[in-house]
């Protein structure tokens, strides 16, 4: 019996893996409201690969998903917080301000799910986002809400979190990864 790496499980539920050029190219932004009915759509997609990701492999950290990781470059992402908040949607989202305070916590990343890797970001962002009626508005996030929203405006920038590793630690495999079904702890 073989079993199924988990990059290869999520290549399978339709997410985009690394190495595909999408990944690293900035998305393009919607003009809003014209491309309302795009955003929309767009959006629904984003819900329904989330949907099916989620069937297989639970998420204690919350989980989120951009465009460019299910092959459309277009500047929109959704992010479900790890408790029973509503899913965030970020419509051409723009970090404004980050706090000077950082922390380096694990992440991972559906685009290469074989791996964890130690990330330094912000305690706390703003992000301005634009509403599908083309009204932008401005909110904070921080600690693990923080983490997981700049990871997905990282994949609208084209960035993954590799590039914000510190250059002397690289990911470690999942199978050393020990804190799977965990919150972050701050």
């Known amino acids: 019996m073989s079993v199924v790496r988990p990059s290869q499980q999520m290549r399978d539920l339709g997410v985009i ?8 190219e900035p998305a393009r932004p919607f003009d809003l409201p014209a491309e309302r009915e795009e955003a929309e759509c767009i959006s629904d997609e984003l819900f329904a ?14 989980m989120g998903i951009a465009a460019p990781q299910i092959g459309i470059s277009r500047a929109v992402a959704v992010v479900q917080p790890p408790d029973d908040a509503p899913a965030i949607v970020l419509l051409n989202p723009r970090i ?11 992440e991972g990343c559906l ?3 074989d791996v964890r890797g130690r990330v330094p970001r912000p305690l706390k962002i703003r992000v301005e986002t634009m509403s599908l009626t083309g009204e932008s508005a401005t909110t904070a996030y921080d600690r693990a809400l923080a983490r997981l929203v700049h990871h997905e405006i ?6 993954l979190y590799l590039t914000r590793m510190r250059e002397s630690v690289g990911p470690i495999p999942v199978e050393e990864y020990r804190q799977t079904g965990r919150a972050w702890t701050y």
């Open 17 to 24: 893996q690394l190495g595909a050029g999408i990944l690293t």
């Open 49 to 62: 690969a989330m949907e099916r990701i989620a069937q297989v492999h639970p998420f204690a950290k919350g």
């Open 96 to 106: 404004t301000d980050h706090s000077d305070e950082t922390d380096e916590q694990f």
């Open 111 to 113: 685009s290469f799910f």
């Open 154 to 159: 990282d994949h609208l920038d084209g960035l």
